[in-house]
């Protein structure tokens, strides 16, 4: 059995007002809303030329008057993270490509393009995680717990090998998969050799048999 709840609404519009109020109070209510559940108010600024902002939202009833409940409210800021698929980011990313191009079309992208694409990406992340870091220690930016943590937890993900060791596997893992790649291609081209030569031979015309039989008859 599934049972769907709504737990959150969004709105492209940055700013609370009582307009805001009257939908949380809405959804958060008995019934159909998400009682006895907070609802949660997603923010999502959608102004030309700027980067996108998210905010959440929940709220608790602070009506002053019985008239006034139903559009009043505190909204009280809450965290919250991103989650997505890594497929999805691959695709969302090949699509924004194509904002700089005038018909706004995307050429397929191939694996070591896609692969200098992503190295590219993440030299570019470890710099600004340097960065970062290296203000923190400067004490010109406020350290901040969360992403502490974050880091250390991606910093533990890593294999614990030196450079050395690490070339040495990438080198014999390649060396694998240039193998499997040169017997893949040799089986390919035996079978459109095998196929050709089936094709060949079929359409030889095959030579009647000779009756040795009958020829030593006519002689004698």
Known sequence: ????????????????????????????????????????????????????????????????????????????????????????????????????????????????????AGIIELLEMVSRVSNYVSQILAGETLPSVAIGQALLNTLNLAPKVDASELEKLFNTHLQDVLLVSYLANTIRTQIDLSNKLASTVGTIATPPKTDHKRQQKERD
Request: proline share 5%; aromatic share 10%.
């Open 1 to 116: 059995m599934y049972l769907s709840i709504i737990c959150y609404r969004y709105a492209t519009s940055p700013e609370l007002n009582t307009f805001s109020a009257l939908i949380q109070n809405f959804y958060a209510s008995n019934g159909d809303g998400t009682h006895p559940y907070p609802a949660v108010h997603l923010t999502v600024s959608s102004n030309p030329g700027k980067d996108i902002t998210c905010r959440t939202y929940i709220s608790s009833s602070v009506g002053t008057t019985a008239d006034r409940a139903a559009d009043s409210c505190l909204f009280v800021p809450v965290p919250y993270e991103i989650k997505y698929a890594e497929t999805e980011r691959n695709a969302l990313e090949s699509l924004s490509l194509g904002k700089t191009s005038s018909d706004r079309q995307v050429s397929n992208i191939v694996d070591i393009h896609s692969l200098e």
